[in-house]
């Protein structure tokens, strides 16, 4: 499984983001996915997971209320709709997958809070 994130970038506090990411490969394999973050000098923290079918989801409580993660699996893919964004969130955002093998990550995409 092969995972890839886009959407991240530079936005000004109180705005919104969405970040993709797109599975490829042996993605049957695949049942959870979610969304890490990691800021400058801090440990890698999830942010939000959401379930094979979809169905739950969950949040760090940092973010409730203003992030949204959804889930295709038709296409393959997570998305992760950031509302109200605070110069806090300022990371590396990483989204992962949890197989039947391991846990994959993808490379990461930044995204910049300025207040």
Known sequence: VQLVESGGGL?????S???SCAASGSTFSINAMGWHRQAPGKQREAVATITSGGGSSSYADSVKGRFTISRDNAKN????QMNSL????TAVYYCNADTW?????????QV???S
Request: hydrophobic share 30%.
């Open 11 to 15: 936005v000004q506090a109180g705005r």
């Open 17 to 19: 983001l969405r970040l």
């Open 86 to 89: 605070k110069p806090e969130d």
């Open 77 to 80: 893919t997570i998305d992760l």
């Open 112 to 114: 910049t809070v300025s």
């Open 101 to 109: 093998y391991k846990t994959i990550w993808g490379q990461g995409t």
